[in-house]
């Protein structure tokens, strides 16, 4: 045993000091783990909520920045909106200024041009005035000035300042067909003579005119195709325009027909000078009958003589100073009893080919153009089909095929059937089904 460390001798530790060797070993340990475990507990508490206060921070801020990046979004997308609409009408503006100042300069005449003259002069004709011989402006090209070109020249000097584009209505051009037609002759049947007399007439003139150059005729200018409705006159008229490599115009003979004085002469005036400015070019013109029929005696006001100044104009094209060289006209009509006179006259009308009705032998031909396509039964009898349907026409027997075709589909059938070219023929031909008369007495 240790002794105190005092000077007093048995003191008794009355100084408070305890003896070393009275102290557990683990006491000190155990002591500082207690004193340490104390003081680390509020130091953690306080670092989680230091570092908790900093997050939710964040957090707001980050919510703040999105919402206003959005707003920030919104606003600049409505102010591209904005300058679109701010360009649009800056752009009206400046168009509206430019006709205003079009307005206020002052107006020119119309002219034609007749002859280039020279380097700068140029004959022109201007109506009513007469024939001037005038200047150009230094900004027209004079090489691209010819014959017949409509030109605008100021009303205090005369001078050709502008060239104005072709006079041709909006409404002519579109009667050009851009798409060549698909028809074709082999898809026309029983119309061999025809094929063969408008071949002669518009294809051969077309294709080879040192033909008729080496034989010293001329060439026929237009054919008229008649007959009853349904036989193949337009159908003939598309194939012409699939096998010649020219232009090809189609008109109806009620789009001519205008209201107001002098439109429809005007029309097909226009007509022509498109068809010669595309030349070599061919002009159909269906139901010419509307504007082609003959003149009274009296002569009537009002909209016949509309009518009838269309069909001089008409007359007048055909055949008048104008060349109609590389021109061809096909007319059709299901009237060529009312049609004038003065229109059907060679030089005009160089042939007149008639589309009957078809035969027995053509029906048969329409029946297996039609059919070619088609999933027939084996064993249909074509021939006596053709025999059944009486007068049809060519339309009606293609009427025919498509109605077959139709029954087959409503009994969800892949083929077409004998019997269903026996409905389709007295449903075509208004023949009753419900009477007295059954289909099968009907076709036996």
């Known amino acids: 045993m240790q002794r105190c460390r005092h000077s007093v001798s048995n003191c008794g530790c009355k100084c408070g000091m305890t003896k070393y060797s009275q102290i557990p070993a683990d006491r000190g340990i155990r002591v500082y783990a207690s004193r340490l475990k104390t003081s680390a507990t509020p130091t953690v508490t306080m670092s989680v909520k230091a570092l908790s206060a900093p997050v939710g921070l964040k957090s707001y801020y980050q919510a703040k920045i999105e919402a206003a990046e959005i707003t920030i979004n919104q606003k600049t997308q409505n102010l591209r909106r904005l300058e679109a609409q701010r360009n649009a009408l800056n752009a009206r503006v400046r168009l509206l200024r430019e006709e205003l100042q079009l307005l206020h300069e002052p107006g020119s005449y119309v002219g034609e041009v007749v002859k280039v003259m020279g380097k700068n002069k140029v004959l022109v004709k201007v109506q009513p005035e007469g024939k001037y011989i005038v200047d150009i402006d230094s900004e027209i090209d004079i090489s691209t000035l010819t014959s017949s070109l409509r030109v605008a020249l100021r009303s205090d000097s005369y001078t050709i300042h502008k060239v104005l584009p072709n006079k041709v209505d909006p409404l002519v051009s579109l009667m050009m067909v851009e798409k060549v037609p698909d028809s074709t002759y082999e898809m026309v049947g029983g119309l061999d003579k025809q094929i063969k007399e408008i071949k002669e007439v518009i294809e051969l003139p077309v294709k080879h005119p040192e033909l008729f150059e080496s034989l010293g005729i001329a060439q026929p200018k237009g054919v008229l195709l008649y007959g009853p409705p349904g036989t193949g006159k337009t159908l003939l008229a598309r194939a012409v325009a699939h096998h010649t490599d020219c232009k090809f115009i189609r008109v109806s003979g009620s789009e001519l027909v205008q209201k107001y004085i002098g439109e429809g002469s005007r029309m097909v005036r226009e007509l022509f000078v498109m068809a010669r400015e595309h030349a070599p070019s061919i002009i159909f013109m269906d139901e010419i009958d509307s504007i082609g029929s003959s003149r009274g005696e009296s002569g009537s006001g009002g909209g016949d003589s509309e009518v009838q100044r269309t069909m001089l104009e008409l007359l007048n094209q055909l055949d008048g100073f104008e060349p109609t060289k590389n021109i061809k006209v096909i007319m059709a009509t ?20 008639e589309f009957p009705p078809p035969g027995p032998e053509a029906r048969v031909a329409i029946l297996r153009i039609h059919s070619r396509k088609m999933s027939l039964q084996r064993g249909i009898n074509l021939r006596a089909l053709a025999e059944k349907m009486g007068q049809c026409s060519g339309a009606e027997v293609r009427g025919i095929c498509t109605e077959a075709g139709m029954y087959a589909l409503r ?15 007295a449903k075509v031909l208004k023949k009753s089904q419900e009477g007295s008369t059954s289909v099968n007495k009907l076709f036996t």
């Open 334 to 353: 299901n009237r060529i009893d009312i049609l004038d006179p003065a229109l059907l006259r060679p030089g005009r009308i160089d042939r007149k080919i």
């Open 411 to 425: 009994e969800r059938r892949q083929h077409v059937t004998q019997e269903d070219f026996e409905f389709a023929i």
